[in-house]
DNA sequence: ACAGTAATTGTAAGTTGTACAATTATATTT
DNA sequence: AAATATAATTGTACAACTTACAATTACTGT
């Protein structure tokens, strides 16, 4: 007889050797310096105690856009989170516990508003996207390609503020584009095109942890964006 | 007692009240003028009769690229088609015929090496884009994001020349990126910009069909576009 | 008052994008 | 043989954007 304290997602994966669907899930932070991502230790057989994205089973009642958010909420205690469907990897032998579909998404969160418990109780750990441990199955391949992703994204949209404070400063923001593309850029061309686009609004406060003189914090404008949206612009 | 004739996948549909995976095709082909689609009329139930994208079930053993290709080349003949996958979709009531997450696919081909025997076949039809019939499910949002896909990957990936005739001319390749564009480009300032891009070659020989002058015939040259694409290109 | 530190600001040169029309090569007609 | 009709081919000036580059400013702590 099978051990009933499993969790019910172990008992489907053992008991279906038809095709399952999962979702796993690329989780994105910024911590001011360096863009780092959500691992979990995996409890689960094949590959227990390595280390692995955040991922789980789509339920039979529930659309896969839906297994993602619950996946993702169920680590972060959050639920306005962006998010975004990746890629679909469907080799046969990804998963060597069976013939597992996954679906991958990307999601980008405030490192700052971040429940350490729920993390602990999960296993979960925020690990720099420079210092990756090895990953499981496919994993590395779609945290490559989420990176990819991102930069595009980040480049057409401003999800960018998805990773930081609701306020921050320029060069807060020049950090993460920094760290995003990997690349160094110059201040003056930075700020002159970003402030260009009119959709950050200056606040009278500044940011004076980082330096002397202080950094003006800013708020994305996101009611000026709508406006600017339908023109098409772009960033970077 | 269920009628052995009935199609493996029709029996599978039924007898699964589990998650079922597809893959859905939308195939963009290009007639000199517009691009069309290759639509068939549905044979199954639910929506039998119907105008649908070309679809079919992921088999147990094979990666969901491999069904897809599967499909594509049932239908076409044809083994090396530009082919990318494009999003899954998962609603739980996208299909009422059950639960069924579809991974839709992309591609693009060459109308002129078509077989019409495998399409009357299969009751397929090249379909203009702008007389498009209504589609079953979501085909329609399928298509739609395909579009904006092909846009995007047309303006950063020179995959355009699938749609053509190994050799055409200027005036042709313009015709394509204005349909795939739903714009149109200024002669002078196309030309100048295509052939700057240093991954065409041009022929002795001339297209006597569109013109008393005749236009040269180019052809793409993917050895010169590989030296290139290791420093960032970008078209249009 | 001074020193130190990071934030802020401007300008010139190069590159790319855009708007716009005359000339050329050929087949057909006269 | 010359004239005509048709679509292909070619150039240039201006505007917009990108890039490279360093001095000044605002503040805190000594």
Redesign the pocket.
């Known amino acids: 007889m099978i051990n009933d304290t499993l969790p019910v997602n172990i008992a489907q994966y053992q008991h279906h050797d038809k095709l399952l669907l999962a979702v796993d899930c690329i989780i994105f932070g910024f911590d001011g310096t360096g863009l780092k991502v959500l691992l979990v230790k995996r409890e689960l057989e094949p590959m227990a105690g390595k280390w692995s994205l955040v991922g789980g089973f789509v339920k039979q009642n529930e659309s896969v856009n839906d297994a993602a958010m619950r996946i993702l909420s169920q680590l972060t205690g959050f639920k306005n989170i962006f998010m975004e469907q990746l890629h679909c990897y469907g080799n046969t032998d990804r998963d060597p516990g069976g013939r597992v579909v996954s679906i991958a998404y990307f999601a980008l969160i405030r490192i700052e508003d971040h429940a350490e418990e729920l993390l602990k109780e999960h296993n979960a750990k925020w690990v720099p996207l420079d210092k990756l441990p090895r990953l499981i199955f496919d994993h590395k391949q779609m945290l490559d390609l989420s990176k990819e992703r991102l930069r595009q994204r980040v480049a057409n949209h401003p999800i960018g503020f998805e990773l930081l404070p609701e306020k921050f400063?320029?060069?807060q923001l020049q950090n993460l584009y920094e760290a995003i593309y990997e690349a160094q850029f110059?201040?003056?061309?930075f700020?002159?095109?970003i402030l260009g686009l009119q959709i950050l609004q200056k606040l009278e406060e500044?940011d004076?942890t980082?330096?002397?003189?202080?950094?003006?914090y800013y708020v994305f404008d996101s009611d000026n964006y709508k406006k600017l949206e339908s023109e098409g612009i772009s960033f970077i």
Chains 1, 2 share one sequence.
């Open positions: 400063t320029l060069p110059d201040k003056r061309n700020n002159r095109k500044k004076k980082g330096s002397r003189k202080g950094a003006f």
